[in-house]
């Protein structure tokens, strides 16, 4: 089944204490994508790559890394979590060749920082 | 002024009735539009995208975009309340970075959709 896969689904962690959030699509899809959604705000971008080892920020990259080393995966890292880290993440991936099919979605990480 | 702007509602509709949103966006270069539901807690999915001026089609669901107005909506025919889900509206940008094109896509905040019995 084509999917992207993001785990962990739930994450409560202490404040600074570093965490990834895995990302995985089998798809081949050459673009993906990090989000964050909190309430009143929609779907921000927090990162994306456009292929392996081509990363770029989005609009909110503040606190975050990524890495793109294998064309499937795209871990999220938080090297020092805040509380305002707090939100429901997204991961997406689309085929470079499909800008008119939009992205698919993972299931979503929801963390809280305490 | 936010790129992409959608009323955020909460939208209340009748069962049966057509349930209208609207989306507007400030790039006059946006190439790509679409839209995505989202039941709560579950991801985004996508169930329209547009690129041309005029309607496009599918089962219950109407897209419309006009791009001198800088305005996409969707309509919803006999709406169910299993419509009932947040509406995000999505904008492809065309953006370079490092020598190489790629289409951002950029969300507005959603519109809560209610269909009642």
């Known amino acids: 089944e084509a999917q992207v896969t993001q785990n962990p689904r739930y994450l409560i962690t202490v404040t600074g204490k570093k965490l990834t959030v895995t990302c995985s699509q089998n798809?081949?899809?050459?673009?993906m994508s990090w989000y964050r959604q909190d309430p009143g705000l929609g779907l921000r971008q927090i990162y994306y790559s456009m292929n392996v080892e081509v990363t770029d920020k989005g609009d909110v990259p503040e606190g975050y890394k990524v890495s793109r080393k294998e064309k499937r995966n795209f871990p999220l890292i938080l090297e020092s979590p805040s509380p305002n880290q707090t939100s429901l993440y997204f991961c997406a991936s689309r085929s470079k060749g499909s800008a008119n099919y939009g992205y698919t979605f993972g299931s979503g990480t929801r963390l809280t920082v305490v | 002024q936010k790129e992409v702007e959608q009323n955020s509602g909460p939208l209340s509709v009748p069962e049966g009735a057509i349930a209208s949103l609207n989306c507007t966006y400030s790039d006059r270069v946006s190439q790509s539009f679409f839209w995505y539901r989202q039941y709560s807690g579950k991801s985004p999915e996508l169930i329209m995208s547009i690129y041309s001026n005029g309607d496009k089609e599918d089962g219950r669901f109407t897209a419309q975009l006009n791009k001198a107005s800088q305005y996409v909506s969707l309509l919803i025919r006999d709406s169910q309340p299993s419509d009932s889900a947040t509406y995000l509206c999505a904008v492809t940008i065309r953006m370079v970075a490092g020598g190489t094109s790629y289409g951002k896509l950029t969300f507005g905040q959603g519109t809560i959709l209610t269909v009642h019995p």
């Open positions: 798809m081949n899809h050459e673009y």
